[in-house]
């Protein structure tokens, strides 16, 4: 029931704001006319991080025998040494020479053995799923009470030529901030993701929130009609309302029905203690040329109940501005939700009024199946991992005559990094499908001129990945 076109946008959004705020491993670079201090300082840095890498049972440029060395398959999979050795600054590093690893290596088993007896190790051991943030720090308390406290790793690091006391302390702090850098960034990572499901949930909310919001403008009704005959001096028309609205039988079955009652225990209310929406929107409708020929009509019936609630919704609720003010308070997931999900509802109401009485009423499921439910997360997932790969793509046919790729817009470098991934990675998706789809979120959420752009861009990769081989659709 939420579709791709959502799902799309979703992951575009959250991509863009993660991109925003997030580092990578970030290795620092060599100090420029540097003191003695900081040039050992630099050197020491380099090889604490090398240090993890290989206690992670990683091995690095030069390493002939990380085979000496037996890590804990818990250290195997901790995220920090994976990337580690995954990051190009520190293999360049390597095939400089820059490091003094090969003397610390002989060293590591020794080390090994003392993180595995450790206190910190068992602590670490007790966490169920560590998170990035976890394995950093980590990784920080080792450095500062493991490997330092090591006599044979001080004494290696004093008998370097560079040798400083100051240097040495310089070096473990910087190490200890890079780590600190990587828990936060990849706990960002891990966050965006949540929130992009947090999103799509928040999304199917809605969807049940428009169904609640029909039966709360029913109930605030029958509130008023029973306050009237509490009047000093109620009229006859107080005492003897016409009460077709309130007993609508449509309000009266998604009331009674289990599959609604559920999920309202599960969400919470959206509607039941709002004074300001439901009552505004509820005199719109009693004020409406659609409300007066339905209680004029000679007679209804369940069908005729459903029809009136679809034009209710189609006609007054959601082209509204008051829903839409409302829905801005209560999350910031909804900017993009209710044309989407308000179709869907319409599209249920319909669906709604041929259903025989006794049967449940047949509510959409959050995702059509299980590829649905997974494509934001996978999608998310390769953008990210990928986007060097996807940038290069992108920049490879930027047509500098026209396009300046200093100012190209970021959201655009967004929204093609996702249709690349989405290109290259699903192959049951149609090239023009993915194509369309994100030249549209182009047109929809970036500069005038995106749409074109993108369109433009994208074409020319497609293009250059056939021919590479990396499409085959």
């Not at 900017?335 to 449940?360: C, H, I, W, Y």
Request: charged share 25%.
């Amino acid at each position: 029931m939420i579709n791709r076109i959502l799902i799309r946008v979703k992951v575009v959004q959250m991509l863009y704001s993660y991109l925003l705020t997030h580092s990578e491993f970030h290795i620092d670079a060599a100090p420029e006319a540097a003191s003695a201090d900081r040039r050992f300082a630099y050197s020491v840095y380099l090889d604490l991080l090398l240090a993890i890498a290989e206690l992670s049972g990683v091995r690095t440029a030069g390493a002939r025998g990380n085979q000496g060395i037996s890590v804990d398959k818990l250290l195997r999979h901790n995220k920090v040494g994976g990337a580690l050795a995954a990051t190009d600054e520190l293999k360049t590093v390597l095939s400089r020479g820059t490091s003094h690893i090969d003397q610390l290596r002989p060293l590591l088993q020794e080390v090994a053995d003392a993180i595995t007896a450790s206190e910190i190790f068992k602590d670490y051991k007790k966490i169920k799923n560590p998170t990035p943030a976890d394995d950093a720090r980590f990784w920080s308390v080792v450095l500062e009470t493991v490997v330092l406290k090591n006599t044979a790793v001080v004494s290696a690091f004093r008998a370097m030529p560079e040798f400083t006391g100051r240097g040495l302390d310089m070096g473990l702090d910087a190490a200890k901030a890079s780590l600190a850098s990587f828990g936060d960034s990849r706990q960002a990572y891990l966050s965006a993701k949540t929130d992009l499901q947090r999103s799509l949930d928040k999304a199917y909310d809605l969807y049940f929130g428009i169904f609640e919001l029909m039966v709360e403008l029913t109930r605030e009704q029958r509130k008023r009609l029973e306050a009237a005959k509490e009047k000093y001096v109620p009229t006859a028309e107080d005492l003897n309302p016409q009460t077709r609205f309130v007993d609508n039988a449509f309000i009266a079955r998604l009331e009674a029905d289990e599959v609604f009652a559920e999920r309202m225990e599960k969400q919470p209310s959206l509607w039941s203690d709002d004074l300001v929406l439901v009552p505004r929107l509820l005199n719109t409708i009693l004020s409406s040329d659609i409300y007066k020929r339905y209680m004029e009509a000679p007679s209804t019936d369940y069908a005729a109940d459903c029809d009136f609630w679809r034009e209710v919704c189609k006609s007054i609720i959601l082209p509204g501005d008051d829903l839409a003010e409302a829905m801005e308070s209560r999350s910031v997931f909804w900017n993009d939700d209710m044309q989407v999900m308000g179709t869907f509802v319409l599209k249920s109401l319909r669906q709604m009024a041929g259903v025989e009485e006794g049967k449940p009423l047949p509510f959409l499921p959050q995702f059509k199946d299980s590829e649905d439910a997974s494509f934001g997360s996978e999608l998310f997932t390769l953008a990210v991992e990928h986007k060097d790969e996807y940038q290069s793509y992108i920049n490879k046919f930027i047509n500098t005559e026209h396009w300046d790729a200093e100012r190209m817009a970021f959201m655009d470098v967004v929204i093609m990094t996702c249709a690349i991934a989405e290109l290259i990675n699903y192959p049951s998706i149609p090239v023009p499908v993915t194509m369309n789809e994100y030249v549209e979120i182009a047109n929809n959420y970036s500069t005038q001129r995106s749409g074109q752009f993108v369109n433009g861009v994208l074409y020319a990769v497609c293009e250059y990945l056939r021919s590479e081989g990396k499409i085959n659709k």
